[in-house]
């Protein structure tokens, strides 16, 4: 059985915004997967570096559909991606450093912000599309 399972109050959009959460969805189990086989080092390297570009990558692409379709709360969610992306460079600092913990504390921050973001901020995208008021993005 997988980590973090992908479920329906995952979904947002039915497009590239759930793709990309699908992607980091692969990447905490990846990560979980090493982990518990006692190699969560040996992999946290390639997945902080994988993430970190496929992190701008992912933001700057929803906060883009954020804007083309009016979203009202575009500035706060840029707080929260902000924040997300700081907390990456923090844990690739202490990797970079030798930490040993790294692992397990990635693991933590993905599985928090997949569970708790999209479920709840990125939520709020979907409820303001699935609510009419604008076109969904092509």
């Known amino acids: 059985m997988a980590y973090f399972e992908w479920a329906e109050d995952l979904v947002i959009d039915r497009g590239p915004i759930d793709q990309d959460h699908r992607h980091l969805i692969d990447l905490v189990n990846k990560l979980h997967t090493a982990t518990s086989q006692g190699c969560g080092q040996d992999v946290v390297g390639d997945i902080l570096s994988t993430l970190a570009q496929y992190t701008h990558e992912h933001l700057r692409r929803e906060e ?43 693991s933590a921050l993905l599985r928090d912000w997949l569970s708790l973001h999209i479920r709840r901020s990125d939520r709020e995208l979907r409820d303001y599309l699935d609510g009419g008021k604008r076109k969904r993005h092509p």
Do not use: R
């Not at 706060?76 to 460079?89: I, T």
């Not at 450093?97 to 397990?104: K, P």
């Open 64 to 106: 883009q559909v954020m804007a083309s379709v009016g979203f009202p709360h575009l500035a706060g969610h840029q707080k929260g991606h902000e924040k997300f992306v700081a907390d990456l460079e923090a844990l690739q600092a202490k990797y970079g450093c030798g930490s040993i913990t790294t692992a397990a504390q990635l």
